[in-house]
Each structure stands twice: as C-alpha cells, then as structure tokens.
T-cell receptor
Framework: KAGVTQTPRYLIKTRGQQVTLSCSPI?????VSWYQQTPGQGLQFLFE???????NKGNFPGRFSGRQFSNSRSEMNVSTLELGDSALYLC??????????FGPGTRLLVL | GENVEQHPSTLSVQEGDSAVIKCTYS??????FPWYKQELGKGPQLIID?????GEKKDQRIAVTLNKTAKHFSLHITETQPEDSAVYFC????????????FGSGTRLSIRP
C-alpha cells in the first residue's frame, strides 16, 4: 500500500498571501488529521476530518481551515499568512484502529 | 488542558548501550500511547504503541512500559545502533478523540560510535 502523500513538499510565500496544502491518505483510510510542527511549539494538532466533516479541532485561529473530499483526500488552507506560520505541516491518516500514519510533510516558509 | 511532558530533551549514548526516554501525561482519559521516530526531512514514523489495559510491550530491541496510576510511560531501546539516531516523540490520545494526539516535546537521541 502506498503511504500518505503530501504536496507540495516545499513552499515559499510572503506575508498576507494564502496557501493551500494537499494530502492523500492511505487507501481505505477515512480519517485525515493535520498537525503543525515548529521548533518552538513542537507538534500541534490542527484538525481532523472524517467522511468530509470536521470531527476535531485544535486551538488555532480561523485563518487555518480545511476540507475533505469524497475520496478522503484533504486540503488545508491558511489565509493572511504571518511569519509565525512558517512550519512543517504534517498530514496523518487513520483507518479503523488508533494508529496514525504520517506523511513527509510540507515545509512552508513565510517571508 | 491535556499535556504530555517528555524527558530528556537530548540523550547521547554509546553504541550498544541502552537508552530510556520518559513521559508523563495529564489527561486521565488517555488510553492510547504511541511512540514516533522522526528522521531528518521525514514525517514521524510509529515505532511502538501501548494501550491502557497493558503494562508493557516489547518489539525486538524496543520496549514500552506504562504506569497508569502514576500517569507515566517510558521507551526503552536496548543494544543501540547508529540508525537509532533520530528525534523520538511520545504521545497520548483518548478513545473519544483518537486522532487528536497530544505529543511530547521530543528527545534527540544520538548514538556515539
């Protein structure tokens, strides 16, 4: 089985712009979660989508949003980018069990 | 709120020796405790996990112990090898929020040849 894939792998944006990141889960997995990883804050949960519905949400501002499509692929959007949004954004998929499988991440740099 | 504390933040051991990483969690509802290994440029990879109804689990050179009363869990790596060098994260989640994993701050493990 192919693992979790994320595109793009690297991205450079400027303050005020918006960005969309994409995640394709492992085939058959219906849950997709997003995490932000920074040196200062570590790994933080953003949100989870299951069957096209947001099921859980972390403590991030409304500038961070997401959606999930009928094929379980998910996108994450960040609007009005700030310097502090520079991070590695990780997507993870989960099947019927508890184990989450992570993708390689998208490294976002905001200038 | 929910919190997972992890120690130490860095650990250097001689090749062949053992490494131990310790974590504590705050949420009594936590019942699933995975450990992830993250290498440079990659996403976290699950190396072992334990559920609250089990006190210990072993997989070759890796073992995890859980003390639910004290809210402590630990990772033990024996006979360390150079390829064990990486950042290790402990984590916790509850049945009601299985995808909302709370991660520890990470331990950078270095294996000295």
């Amino acid at each position: 089985k192919a693992g979790v894939t994320q595109t793009p792998r690297y991205l450079i944006k400027t303050r005020g712009q918006q960005v969309t990141l994409s995640c394709s889960p492992i085939s058959g997995h219906r849950s997709v979660s997003w995490y932000q990883q920074t040196p200062g804050q570590g790994l933080q949960f953003l949100f989870e989508y299951f069957s096209e519905t947001q099921r859980n949400k972390g403590n991030f501002p409304g500038r961070f949003s997401g959606r999930q499509f009928s094929n379980s692929r998910s996108e994450m959007n960040v609007s009005t980018l700030e310097l502090g949004d520079s991070a590695l954004y990780l997507c993870a998929s989960r099947g019927s069990g508890e184990t989450q499988y992570f993708g390689p991440g998208t490294r976002l740099l905001v200038l | 709120g929910e919190n997972v504390e992890q120690h130490p933040s860095t650990l250097s051991v001689q090749e062949g020796d053992s490494a131990v990483i310790k974590c504590t969690y705050s949420d009594s509802a936590s019942n699933y405790f995975p450990w992830y290994k993250q290498e440079l440029g990659k996403g976290p990879q699950l190396i072992i996990d334990i559920r609250s109804n089990v006190g210990e689990k072993k997989d070759q050179r890796i073992a995890v112990t859980l003390n639910k009363t004290a809210k402590h869990f630990s990772l033990h790596i024996t006979e360390t090898q150079p390829e064990d060098s990486a950042v290790y994260f402990c984590a916790a989640s509850s049945y009601s929020s299985a995808s909302k994993i709370i991660f520890g701050s990470g331990t950078r493990l270095s294996i000295r040849p």
